[in-house]
Each structure stands twice: as structure tokens, then as C-alpha cells.
């Protein structure tokens, strides 16, 4: 039968059936459904592989029969080059539905909860900071262009290290999806990411004396800083730090390879000014929120909901109060690195105390250097504490230069 709109209009479901198909003389593969609910619409039909295949068209209401024609020419076409339309109708669907926001999603659920809690967090964070106009539209359709302009962006905002970051994390997200065939191209592979200074800020004995003066009122942020500057550990593991890790006498913390940024159980000698600190730490009671949910430990410095996280404004009123500017907290780190050069502690003693596993573990040294160096890690905390204490009270430190053995 020729299709034509009064027949098509004249189209009735036998009684008895759920549908009926008509076929049109005129376009091969073109036909009409006709239910028994008296719906009807059009649909392409062709072989493939032996195999009866279809694809429908549209209501014949919303469609005309000259552009139903037309649409099955095309596919007749598709078919002639060796292309399936149906297979390809499914990947568009699938392009569709896995959309940037969706992609993170999986991405934070599937590969991230296996990652430190902080580095997922800040990893999923970025990347829908950076890519917020992108979050409801295909993943697919974040192409190197726009993943350019972003990170571009970030780099001329002044936030060059982030934007380095921000590329890596994105690399890392793409990755994975393609690795599971959810995407077919990484857009992120070798950006053109501009260079970030190296970091080379540290905070003189002046500098720090003033900090710690400026820290001296309670609160979770001022402790922090505190022990940032006793210790030398990163902001997020002192930030994580919970009672369950401390010694019963304060003598030791213990970070686990859970917190620790290299994935190494770390156990941090603690100073007399440390265990002072960490005395007259009020302790309110259970905490949980992130990577403490399940566990339910009790953090020592907790922010409203969970671990602290009002960074910004904390460090704008220290650096106000303090006089001190132009560096970041992770500076603190350096700062004690070189505070303890300074004091003569050996360089594998010092990388102990920081938990690095890079310079003289590195490699193969790394593997069969297992000695923690406990005795020197102790003294070496102890002298700097002291240092700290002497600076602080505007006493000359008892003496410049530490003998430590291991």
C-alpha cells in the first residue's frame, strides 16, 4: 500500500490486536504502528545481519509523512554505507544521558572512596568549580577547547597552581571513564598547562614568634596553626587529627595511611609545648561528618559540621592580627624543615619527621631503609619545640646547633 495521509488517517487496529504494521509501497523500510488505543506513528524497518531491526519515527500526528520518508531515506543510506543506526541511536542516548555532573558522581563513588577523603574531596570540588557551566551537558561534550578555557582562566585569575591541579584531576576523572568505555577520548591528555612557581616562602623566627602570639586565643583554627608550627605536619592531617590517634600521655600521634598524603602510617613524636597544647584542648564529644562518618571519631579541632574548614577568613584575621603576610600555611611546613636544618638534624631525620618518601628514600634506598629513626624524630621535635618556646618569649634559643643521632 502507497502511504497516503487519508489512508493513513483510515488506519484502524483490528479488534482482537494489541497493533498492526502497514508498509509503504512508495519508500522502502518506511511504516506505520497502529495500536488498538488507536495511536499511530511512523517507523523504519530494515535488515541487519540477518536480523530485523526498527527505529521509530515520531507520533504521524507531530510528523509528516514527506519528512517520514525522508528520514528513512537517510537510514536506508546509513545502512547501505555498513552503518548500524540503530547502534548508533543507542550511543547517543547513553552520550546523552552520562552527563558531566553524573560522570563526577560515579567517578567520586566507584574509584574515589578508595582515596584519601581529602583528595577526593577537593578533587570532585575543583572540577565542578571550574566546570560549573558544563555539570547538566554530556561529558563527552567537554572538548580540549573548552577544557582550556577553564583551566586558562584559573592561571590568569592568579590560581596557577590550582589550575595545574584542576587539569590533573580532570586527566584522572576522563581516564577512568574511558578505561571503563563510558567515554571514548580523554580531553585533558596533554593540556597546555601553564608553570607554577615553586613555593619557596619561609616564615623567619620573627615571623613565627609573631604568628604564635597572634594564636593565642581559643578556638579550632588557632590550635591548628599552633601545632602546624610545632610539628611540621600538613593543614588536612592536623585538621583530621582525632583523641583516638593521641597517646594517652600526648607523647605520640599517630596519623594513619588513611590521612597521610603518601598513603604512610606516620607516627609523630610530640614536643613538651605540643602535649601542652593538646591538654587543654577542650574535648566536646563526637564529630562525624567525610572520611569520619563511619568510624565516628572524636576530632580535636572541629569546625561547626565535622573538621574545620573556614580557612579563608581564619587566615585573613591571623595575618591582620599577626602582621604577618604574603604566606600560606603550608609554609609552616618548610619553615620547620628549615628550622630544623638550622638546629642540625640530619636530612633523613628531618624527612622522617615530615613523612617525605621522596630525597634519601627515595627508590631503591626507599626499600631497604625501613630504620624510622623514632630516637631522632623525638629530639629533633623537642629541640625545635624548645626553639619555638625560646623565640616566642623573646629569649635567645640555648643554642644554634643540635647534636642528633639515629
Not at 26 to 33: I, N, S
Not at 104 to 121: E, N
Not at 268 to 288: E, I, N, T
Request: hydrophobic share 40%; charged share 25%.
Amino acid at each position: 500500500m502507497k502511504l497516503t495521509l487519508n489512508r493513513i488517517d483510515g488506519l484502524k487496529c483490528p479488534e482482537g490486536k494489541r497493533d498492526m504494521l502497514v508498509f509503504d509501497d512508495e519508500q522502502r523500510g518506511l511504516g506505520v504502528r497502529v495500536t488498538a488505543s488507536g495511536g499511530k506513528t511512523y517507523l523504519a524497518q530494515y535488515g541487519w545481519h540477518g536480523q530485523k531491526r526498527r527505529i521509530p519515527l515520531g507520533s504521524c500526528s507531530a510528523l509528516s509523512l514527506a519528512k517520514a520518508r525522508d528520514a528513512v531515506r537517510a537510514i536506508m543510506g546509513d545502512v547501505a554505507s555498513g552503518i548500524d543506526p540503530a547502534t548508533e541511536r543507542k550511543k547517543a542516548k547513553a552520550h546523552e544521558a552520562l552527563t558531566l555532573a553524573a560522570l563526577l558522581s560515579d567517578w567520586q563513588a566507584l574509584h574515589l572512596a578508595g582515596k584519601r577523603p581529602s583528595y577526593a574531596a577537593e578533587a570532585v570540588r575543583a572540577l565542578r568549580n571550574a566546570f560549573s557551566r558544563y555539570l547538566d551537558l554530556p561529558a563527552a561534550d567537554l572538548d580540549r577547547a573548552r577544557c582550556v578555557k577553564a583551566i586558562d582562566k584559573l592561571a590568569r585569575n592568579g590560581h596557577a597552581a590550582m589550575a595545574a591541579r584542576t587539569a590533573a584531576y580532570g586527566k584522572a576523572a576522563y581516564g577512568w571513564a574511558v578505561k571503563r568505555g563510558a567515554l571514548s577520548e580523554n580531553p585533558f591528555v596533554n593540556l597546555p598547562v601553564a608553570p607554577t612557581a615553586k613555593r619557596e616562602r619561609v616564615l623567619s623566627d620573627d615571623e613565627l614568634a609573631a604568628t604564635w602570639r597572634a594564636t593565642d586565643g581559643p578556638g579550632p583554627f588557632n590550635g591548628i596553626v599552633r601545632l602546624l608550627l610545632l610539628t611540621g605536619q600538613r593543614r588536612d592531617e592536623v585538621a583530621g587529627m582525632t583523641w583516638a590517634k593521641l597517646a594517652a600521655d600526648f607523647s605520640t600521634w599517630t596519623i594513619p595511611a588513611s590521612r597521610a598524603k603518601n598513603g604512610t602510617t606516620h607516627i609523630v613524636p610530640l614536643s613538651a609545648p605540643a602535649q601542652d597544647l593538646l591538654r587543654v584542648v577542650p574535648r566536646f564529644g563526637a564529630h562525624k561528618a567525610d572520611g569520619f562518618a563511619q568510624s565516628g571519631l572524636e576530632l580535636v579541632f572541629p569546625g561547626l559540621r565535622g573538621p574545620f574548614n573556614g580557612w579563608g577568613k581564619a587566615k585573613a584575621a591571623l595575618d591582620a592580627k599577626s602582621g604577618v603576610t604574603s604566606w600560606r600555611l603550608h609554609d609552616l611546613r618548610r619553615s620547620v624543615a628549615t628550622g630544623l636544618q638550622r638546629l642540625g638534624v640530619r636530612l633523613e631525620v628531618t624527612e622522617q619527621v615530615l613523612n617525605h618518601v621522596s630525597g634519601s628514600r627515595a627508590g631503591i634506598v626507599g626499600i631497604y631503609q625501613r630504620h624510622d629513626f623514632a630516637n631522632g624524630k623525638c629530639a629533633a621535635l623537642e629541640a625545635w619545640g624548645s626553639h619555638v618556646e625560646a623565640i616566642v618569649e623573646g629569649r635567645t634559643p640555648e643554642s644554634n646547633v643540635l647534636k642528633l643521632h639515629a
